[in-house]
């Protein structure tokens, strides 16, 4: 055994060992596992953490201790440790630093976790969603499924995360890579329709998958862009989850159609009524010829999410991100292999889930090559693409970026069934990106700058 691996197996023993004695009694060991990090962190490196651990375990009736609290009392005791461990040990700790080694080594973007999508059929045919016309039933073989993951890990990447299509179409290969890769945590984006009692029992079993199930707001405003029927068979997979013990979460896509649903308390209320533990919300993206431009989001729309999902994190017993407007926590665009990337069922490796354009196919290329081909070394010099990081999409609010990257790369659609130009795509958020800056800046200026304003009450949220 090399040095770096010995020091990854202490670290990530260390840190098992801590889980367990957390495990025990989290009320008790909590308040002591604290004192103790307080009392070995000599040079205040983590001080903002420990500061902000205290405030949480301080406090029972705050919302972040409800919600650790909820892990211990609603999840099946071994799902839980696994799942801390693949995500704190394997994930954070010991993938966190092979990716940060890989990065300086090659100088490219290694990323923190892959998306790819196993198939690009789907049961469902959702308005507006790109999916739809992205090439029917495109799969990618386990082999090559594998292969990716196989890969991933040795530069550090241990969490994979599906989309499509509908993953859930293939179930059984899904459980099968969970079982091969058992120190790698599976999420899925599904749209829930085919959980039933015995892939949730199969979910038990491997202990580390974990659905993000659609959900746009309450019945009327789900069945508006997914079909009628969908919001209540929505509503069953998650009791059949909360019943089994085991943690999903909600991803939610706003419209200019349901925003007033979406980014109400109620709604939030009901996910976490029905077990979700945490909720990811997603701007809606003209993809696709075929693009519903008339869902983007007015200015106005989006400044209510960009308040609300804030409100919710400090008073809401659920993990909430709203990918478009936390930009800010996460340096801007996570694209192009800097936090993730997108493979899709036809094996073309893309720099986002809403960029359909690839210079490299897994087919032909490594996913090293890949990290290193002209397009995602455009991403990673470019990164981040406004220094408004509420503006952080290359193509949603600066455009004219993702044009001149597909330009110069010589990168090609991805769209088997109706291929869409750069120029396309860019041209329909101009005037988006337009409307979107002077809300931005405001919000930016507000959030970074002052000491007292009419949206913020001082900067605080």
């Given amino acids: 055994m090399n040095e770096k691996n010995m020091k990854e197996n202490l670290q990530g023993f260390a840190v098992k060992k801590v889980l367990d004695y957390l495990d025990g009694d989290p009320d008790k060991n909590l308040p002591k596992l604290l004192a103790w990090a307080d009392k070995f962190d000599k040079d205040n490196l983590f001080a903002g953490q420990r500061r902000m651990f205290h405030e949480v375990i301080e406090n029972p009736d705050n919302n972040w201790y409800r919600l650790i609290k909820s892990l211990f009392t609603d999840i099946d005791p071994a799902v839980r440790k696994v799942f801390f461990e693949n995500f704190i040990v394997n994930t954070s ?23 790819m999508d196993p198939t690009s059929a789907c049961n469902l045919k959702c308005t507006g969603c790109w999916a739809a016309e992205y090439g029917n039933k495109l799969n990618m073989s386990y082999e090559t499924l594998n292969s990716i993951v196989e890969q991933g890990k040795e530069l550090g990447t241990y969490m994979y995360i599906y989309s499509g299509g509908e993953p859930l179409v293939r179930k059984d290969d899904l459980i099968r890579l969970c079982e091969a890769h058992p120190e790698c945590e599976f999420l899925s984006f599904t749209n829930g329709t085919l959980i039933d009692e015995k892939f949730a029992d199969e979910m038990l079993r491997v202990k580390n998958f974990v659905p993000a199930i659609s959900i746009e707001g309450f019945e009327d405003a789900t069945d508006f862009r997914r079909g009628a029927g969908t919001y209540q068979s929505v509503i069953r997979a998650m009791e059949i989850l909360k019943k089994k013990k085991l943690p999903f979460g909600a991803s939610c896509c706003y419209t200019s159609k349901n925003v007033d649903s979406i980014s109400s308390e109620e709604f939030i209320d009901d996910l976490i009524a029905h077990g979700a533990k945490f909720a990811w919300f997603f701007h809606y993206m003209p993809v696709g010829n075929e693009a519903v431009t008339e869902l983007l989001p007015a200015p106005e729309q989006r400044e209510v999410m960009y308040h609300k999902i804030r409100e919710y994190r ?73 220094e408004n990081l509420l503006r952080p999409c290359p193509m949603l609010e600066n455009p004219e970026c993702l044009r001149s990257m597909v330009n110069r790369s010589g990168a090609h659609s991805t769209d088997m069934q109706s291929p869409e130009s750069a120029d396309h795509l860019c041209g329909k958020c101009v005037s988006y990106a337009e409307n979107w800056v002077d809300t931005a800046d405001k919000l930016w200026s507000c959030t970074h700058n002052c000491i007292t304003c009419d949206a913020c009450d001082g900067g605080d949220n």
């Fill in 93 to 115: 700790l010991v993938g966190s630093a092979r990716q940060k080694k890989a990065r300086e080594e090659h100088g490219c973007n290694i990323p923190w976790a892959i998306l």
């Fill in 314 to 386: 400090s008073s809401k017993s659920i993990f909430t991100i709203d990918f478009q407007n936390d930009g800010e926590y996460v340096g801007g665009c996570i694209a192009g292999g800097r936090c993730y990337l997108h493979i899709n069922a036809n094996g073309d490796i893309e720099p986002c889930a809403f960029i359909h354009y690839s210079d490299s196919n897994i087919h032909d290329k490594t996913l090293l090559e890949a990290y290193k081909s002209p397009l995602f070394m455009a991403y990673k010099e470019g990164q981040p693409f406004n």
